[in-house]
T-cell receptor, first 111, second 115 residues
């Protein structure tokens, strides 16, 4: 059974720093991996989708990498801003339709 | 920009009552999903739906749950007889393509509280 783990559970850094969030999964037979952002009391916003055949995806200050063989993905945020404060969730496309989720990393960017 | 919408934003119900959670997916999307997130826990997959049929469902999605696309725009989740443990945030999502080849777009969620 696929398990998705995110480390750290929480992270607080000063504004302007570059940071890395980690996601690991136990079964490398995945279809894709998505990174989401969740703001308190709100929905889930898709940030990046990496297909199983891809190694990385970039969107603005965000870069996500995927290493299927080691069961790992990282989300790199460059030049962090207070508006980046949110919970970041990693989800693995483990079958044709469903996503298996990590517990998230709660990120606080201090002004 | 098109978005997934959900109503109501918050529903409070008594244990044993039926509830219907409503979603309007993005208009040209073909695949629809329900997920839930119990407070403080991970997001969990419930069900996926395509071509008026359930494509896949999790162990959580038992006989108490049903989904329906009653018209060309709405996608509903019905819980027949709610239990205390059904209290959670319920998210609807849609995607243009299935097979986990496409991004799933999520609605803002419905917070269900069962008393």
């Amino acid at each position: 059974k696929q398990e998705v783990t995110q480390i750290p559970a929480a992270l607080s850094v000063p504004e302007g720093e570059n940071l890395v969030l980690n996601c690991s999964f136990t079964d490398s037979a995945i279809y894709n991996l998505q990174w989401f952002r969740q703001d308190p009391g709100k929905g889930l916003t898709s940030l990046l989708l990496i297909q199983s055949s891809q190694r990385e995806q970039t969107s603005g200050r965000l870069n996500a990498s995927l290493d299927k063989s080691s069961g790992r993905s990282t989300l790199y945020i460059a030049a962090s801003q207070p508006g980046d404060s949110a919970t970041y969730l990693c989800a693995v496309g483990d079958s044709n339709y469903q996503l298996i989720w990590g517990a998230g990393t709660k990120l606080i960017i201090k002004p | 920009e098109p978005e997934v919408t959900q109503t109501p934003s918050h529903q409070v119900t008594q244990m044993g009552q039926e509830v219907i959670l409503r979603c309007v997916p993005i208009s040209n999307h073909l695949y629809f999903y329900w997920y839930r997130q119990i407070l403080g826990q991970k997001v969990e997959f419930l069900v996926s739906f395509y071509n008026n049929e359930i494509s896949e469902k999790s162990e959580i999605f038992d006989d108490q749950f049903s989904v329906e696309r009653p018209d060309g725009s709405n996608f509903t989740l019905k819980i027949r007889s709610t239990k205390l443990e059904d209290s959670a945030m319920y998210f609807c999502a849609s995607s243009l393509l299935g097979g986990n080849t496409d991004t799933q777009y999520f609605g803002p969620g419905t917070r269900l509280t069962v008393l």
